[in-house]
């Protein structure tokens, strides 16, 4: 599936808004980033089964309360991937390298697994999926140095296609012995902050259906694409959550708007999930201003 030029021209046009706001509401957005986190953290995690709540996970995160009855590695694996984070958003001006690939994984296994941490996998770690064997490890350290080149010499493609593209071969050469999905996640939030858009959430919900075939459909066409326009609708959605909280009035549920406006809820759902309405999700619910006219 490729990114029409209707969309891209969508995402233009949301960004060119965006950055006009950012200019005197930088303290505004930089408070939405920070709220933000727990879900970024929680669904980060639940897709790799962690069973933290998302509610448990931003007590965990703004008021470290801890509940007894969770294995201390789901307590570390919330605490370290927002130190990442943290890393990302305060320290802007790292390049992306390899280098910090590899610093950004050692603070994800902190306190979790050391023998892991800081190194890509070698020979005696071989990773299989089913019926899927990845990248041989003898070869792990040149794919991902080679990767990470040609990103960044890549001028060409379409930026959401260069993280696409990356996105999916840094899954097919599954670098790490551990924690691959988690960092490969952070990785594109780096890549779109680098280019001055806001990080996108990537929903746990639906996994099994929107997020996971797409890696099968990269194995079986070679076909990245699929990627970009997942990436593409959630950064509208991204860049709408942050212009509708700059700008709206009052912002209220999408159903609560539908039934105001006498409106089906099912069909504005859809157009909310295609991005052709300036809706976005909040604790998992899909959120729009009041006084929107659709």
């Known amino acids: 599936m490729t990114v029409g030029i209707d969309i891209i021209n969508r995402i233009d ?3 060119g808004i965006y950055k006009k706001l950012e200019r005197n509401n930088k303290k505004a957005l930089y408070e939405l980033s920070i709220s933000e986190v727990p879900e970024m953290v929680y669904n980060s995690n639940a897709i790799e089964n ?3 709540t998302l509610k448990e996970t931003e007590d965990i995160i703004f008021f470290d309360k801890i509940k007894k009855d ?4 789901e307590i570390y694996e919330a605490k370290n991937l927002v130190k990442v ?3 990302l958003q305060t320290k802007k001006d790292l390049k992306f390298s390899v280098e910090l690939i590899l610093e950004l994984h050692k603070i994800l296994l902190s306190w979790i697994n050391d023998h892991f941490a800081w190194h890509f996998r070698t020979w005696d770690e071989r990773v299989r999926v089913g019926s899927h064997i990845w990248a ?4 792990v350290n040149w794919f991902v140095y080679d990767l990470v080149r040609k990103y960044k010499l890549n001028s060409k493609s379409y930026f959401l296609d260069k993280i696409a593209h990356f996105h999916a071969e840094f899954e097919i050469i599954h670098p790490f012995g551990d924690w691959n999905g988690r960092i490969w996640r952070v990785l594109i939030n780096k890549q779109l902050m680098d280019l001055g858009y806001p990080p996108i959430i990537i929903p746990n919900k639906n996994k099994d259906r929107e997020y996971y075939p797409l890696f ?9 694409q699929w990627f970009t326009h997942f990436f593409a609708l959630l950064l509208m959605e991204s860049l709408n959550k942050r212009i509708q909280t700059l700008t709206a009035k009052r912002i209220i549920t999408l159903n609560d708007w539908a039934k105001k406006n006498k409106k089906d809820v099912k069909s504005y759902l859809n157009k909310a999930k295609r991005q052709t309405i300036p809706a976005f ?5 899909w959120m729009i201003s009041e006084e929107f006219e659709g």
């Open 216 to 224: 099968d459909k990269y194995l079986v066409k070679n076909d990245y």
């Open 70 to 73: 969770h294995d201390i590695r």
């Open 85 to 87: 984070i943290e890393v």
């Open 136 to 139: 041989n490890p003898d070869f």
């Open 13 to 15: 046009k949301l960004f």
């Open 50 to 52: 962690s069973t933290l």
């Open 281 to 285: 999700r909040k604790w998992g619910k």
